[in-house]
């Protein structure tokens, strides 16, 4: 969580600076299950954050071919 701590800190400290969160999973499940799980990490970050007072802001979750 350091990481996450370090951003909520610059996010803090600048407010005006945005920051997007991307989720991903492997490609062992179903897309849709993938799908979720990426949308639920990236919830997970910005929970966190909001957290800690940086207010994040969520924007649509998109779907992207495995690379």
């Known amino acids: ?11 803090k400290k600048f407010r ?5 969160v991307f989720g991903h999973a492997d490609s062992n499940n179903s897309d849709q299950h993938n799908f979720d799980l990426s949308q639920r990490h990236a919830l ?9 007072k940086t207010a994040p802001r969520v924007g649509p979750f998109l779907c992207c071919e495995p690379t």
């Open 1 to 11: 969580m350091s990481a996450l701590n370090s951003v909520a800190s610059v996010l």
């Open 16 to 20: 005006r600076t945005t920051v997007d």
């Open 44 to 52: 997970a970050v910005a929970n966190y954050l909001s957290g800690h």
